[in-house]
């Protein structure tokens, strides 16, 4: 492209991160990053900002931090720019039509599955749960439906077997970096008009939901590999955890041999990390 596409971010979380970056490396910067407001965290309930706007910040590219996107004066701000596209990444908020069309061409969604499968908040984490080691990332123009555009880029994400499966972290980290390679690559040619985006067939759409707490809870009657799986994926907000004698015991790793869970490492409530040996003694 013999200009730099002129974009605004929006996104939040780690994702988000994992996407610029992407981007960062192919030579791609936003001139504004769109995020959510700092949040009281930790135990001392410090005011925090998101990992986007400290990404943002580190290379002094403005911020905004709207509490609501329905705001008129934010909408006037955003279209007081001849924007070229908008991309989006893990947001967590839903995007009015009154921002969506403000870019010249539309916005862009980037999101770790191979839609319409797995639409919603917990892509990477579903595949896991549902041992799928086949999956992928999708590009898509952003209607105000959820993940429910039509497809401008898709990419196959397969791991080899021994790799499968990973922590949830680490396989949304992955499919974070292949999302913002894949729109980086395709991006030039949206902007020419030079890629047609394809209608996602509802039929085959599947859904993913917001995993609590309690999805997280392992019972050791239930099915190894199933809650194996788990353990993988629930290593970060949720943990994975078995209940003992009324305690909460986080599993920090395990391995799954000959059709059986084995737990390596584990972290007693009120204890340091520990080998699951020692727990059970």
Partial sequence: ?????????????????????????????????????????????????????????????????????????????????????????????LIPKTILDIPKHGSLNIHPSLLPKLRGPSPALTAILNDERSTGVSVMQMAERMDAGPVVAQARVELEEDAWPMRGSEFEELLAT???????????????????????DESKATFTKKFTDADALIDLNND????????????????AYMQVDGKRVIIKDAEFVNGELKITRVIPEGKKEMPYEDFAR
């Fill in 1 to 93: 492209m013999s200009k730099q596409p002129l974009f605004a971010f929006f996104g939040t979380p780690k994702f988000a991160v994992d996407v610029l970056n992407a981007f960062e490396a192919h030579g791609l910067l936003p001139a504004l990053v769109i995020t959510a407001p700092d949040r009281k965290q930790g135990r001392g309930m410090m005011l925090t900002p998101s990992p986007a706007k400290v990404w943002a910040a580190e290379r002094g590219i403005d911020v905004l931090t709207p509490a609501t996107l329905k705001d008129e004066q934010l909408v006037a701000e955003l279209a007081n720019t001849e924007w070229d596209v908008f991309v989006v990444a893990a947001y967590a908020k």
């Fill in 178 to 200: 292949e999302g913002g390679n894949l729109l980086a690559e395709v991006l030039p040619f949206y902007i020419k008009g030079e890629v047609t985006p394809e209608l996602q």
């Fill in 224 to 239: 190894a590999r199933k809650n194996f799986l788990k353990i993988k994926a629930f290593d970060k907000g949720p943990r």
